[in-house]
């Protein structure tokens, strides 16, 4: 098997208004989706990130992938088309981070345990169980097909100080 090298896709950055958009049902699954599936995880794996999703790299649409290993066990690698939340258990406050937001980490409330049915890159219906890092990656990324971003999870308060920052690292330039 030959290792093949897609596009890298640049991740845009809040307040790109992609990212506050409810993203678009797939319908196509074709040859593709499936190469863009690839570039998403080479997209993720060349920012560092364990987590992607396609409005992340400016595609309306309900794709997401995760690697909770970072390459390290291919059996963790979980493609999400037109995923939805169908059980959710318990509860976890960890810090959490984004693509979208680099340098920002808050401690965000989440679901300790979720079940997510969707569909793979060829359309056929699957469900994915995780709890703990799984759990909290899946809910952040089908949060950013909804146009939801971590520190819109966060108290008014917090969140106001999380834009005074991002406003400032704008201002001098390094955002
Ligand atoms: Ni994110």
């Known amino acids: 098997m030959s290792e093949s090298v897609g596009k890298i896709h640049e991740v845009v950055k809040w ?9 678009e049902e797939v319908t196509v699954f074709d040859a593709k989706l499936k190469t ?6 080479e ?8 987590g992607l999703a396609a409005p992340q790299i400016n595609i309306s649409q309900r794709i997401t992938v995760i690697d909770c290993s970072f390459k390290k066990n291919p059996d963790d690698k979980v493609v999400l088309i037109n995923p939805e939340i169908i059980d959710r258990r318990g509860k976890q406050v960890e810090e959490e981070g984004c693509l979208s937001l680099p340098e920002i980490r808050e ?11 969707a569909q793979d890159v060829n359309g056929n219906p699957i469900e994915v169980e995780g709890e703990e890092l799984l759990a909290r990656a899946m809910q952040h990324e089908i949060d950013h097909l909804d ?15 999380v834009i005074r920052k991002i406003k400032k690292l704008q201002k001098n330039g390094e955002w």
């Open 147 to 161: 146009g939801i971003l971590f520190i819109d999870r966060l108290s008014r308060l917090k969140r106001d100080l």
């Open 43 to 50: 997209s993720m794996y060349a920012a560092q990130g364990i």
């Open 15 to 23: 307040p790109e208004p992609v990212l506050a958009k409810r993203g």
């Open 107 to 117: 401690k965000v409330s989440r679901a300790g345990w979720v079940k997510v049915r």
């Open 36 to 41: 863009l599936v690839e570039e998403m995880f």
